[in-house]
């Protein structure tokens, strides 16, 4: 059974990294345990993996990161957890696919070992990074994903501003826009929020509702404590209307 | 000698599409003139280019779509300017390779037919779409777009707000990231900005000023009527510094 949580960022305005999320981080993986960290999000991963490391070690984890291993696939399975750290979607999606990471942390998800994004970090987690709002700062091979999930993350996601004079597109105009183009539903997941995925449930967590979008459908407001596998299950109800 | 007017966005706030260029339009461009339009940066083509078709006829210019014509290609050489509207800009990209007009768009414009984009249509006017805060809604075969010019635009180009408590990138901050990966100089344009390119000479006109980022140098800002083919010249910097 796979098991999933999935934050919309990692550091809530005036708070400390991951504080917001402490507790429910020590409710899904039991401490101590070994969590390898995946730091390709950001250019320096030296130094991303030590502030990573800095941080669990207070909560009582175990901190290894992955690109400081020669054989990357086999610290994956022997871990008791892996964190995908935030950053820029397309340079971790990159690193996944030069590392050869894909498939092993793919096969160690579904298998049972719990997985932790942050931003970035559960975009990847979804069948695509197509939800993402970063700058394509480099290419990576494909734009598929780790597809744990079957939907999309889109992360930060900020309410239209209805006294912008902005022209360019809201986050709400854009995930529209992939909905043109793609099938997979997107929870549009506010700062604050994160999702708890445990095998078939899928439950919204943390301070702040977030907003669902369903091609074929008005997008729907959920409130945190709410299941969203029911909305989320797109397959079934495309093969109920058909 | 390559002719091109780069604009932020097409439409600014409360005023009409293309109302505030339209001086610049025609100083650009003498009507009487054929524009052919690429309208692949939206999902509804027929639409598009009928909507511009109808404003550009206002104006003394006359315009057919190159998604009309059973040999795109020729249409490009055949038009007196192409026009690239605005949109979703992995979309454009995208339609440029399926209907493969990079090249005789690349070819026609080096000999002199004047270029004109909008937000989107401005990004793939320069080496790659990398600096694009488009959602990655469709996958292009590659991120190199035409490379008319030697610098990236990012148009809508949004001040950080100092009140915000939201903790997604900037864009600066994004743009900063582009430049830890690549090295052509980014010309951060506002809404109510465009760019003149005429030759080796590059004028920032319209309502807005511009901020352009350097790989290794502080932000510049920079005022309409300012000349920019010196900050952005980093092929000569590069080589005087080495």
């Known amino acids: 059974m796979a098991r999933l949580l999935l934050i919309s960022n990692s550091t809530v305005h005036q708070r ?25 999000a950001l250019y320096d991963r030296n130094r991303y993996a030590a502030q990573v490391a800095a941080r669990l070690a207070k909560v009582g984890y175990e901190m290894t990161s992955v690109h400081d291993f020669s054989n990357p696939q086999r610290a994956i399975m022997e871990a008791d957890a892996v964190f995908v750290g935030g950053g820029n979607t397309f340079r971790l999606l990159k ?19 719990p997985y932790i994004g942050s931003s970035a970090g559960s975009i990847v987690a979804c069948p695509t990074l197509k939800t993402t709002k970063d700058m394509p700062v ?26 912008s004079t902005h022209m360019g597109e809201s986050q709400e105009q854009r ?27 899928i439950c919204l967590k943390g301070s702040a509702g977030a907003r669902v979008f369903r091609r074929g459908h008005q997008p729907v407001e959920v409130s945190p404590g709410a299941s969203l596998e029911g909305l989320l299950a797109f397959h079934a109800v495309e093969a109920l209307a058909s």
């Open 95 to 113: 690193g996944l696919y030069e590392w050869n990471l894909l498939e092993s942390i793919r096969q160690t998800v579904m298998a049972g070992m």
């Open 138 to 163: 480099v290419q990576p091979p494909s734009f598929d994903a780790l597809g744990l999930v079957r939907f999309q993350i889109s992360p930060h996601y900020l309410d239209p501003d209805p006294l």
């Open 175 to 201: 995930i529209l826009q992939y909905l043109e183009e793609n099938e997979a539903p997107v929870v549009g997941l506010r700062e604050g929020g994160f999702l708890r995925v445990e095998g078939e449930s």
């Open 16 to 40: 400390g990294y991951l504080d917001h999320v402490e507790d429910e981080l020590h409710d899904f993986l039991e401490s101590p345990a070994r969590v390898v960290f995946v730091p390709f």
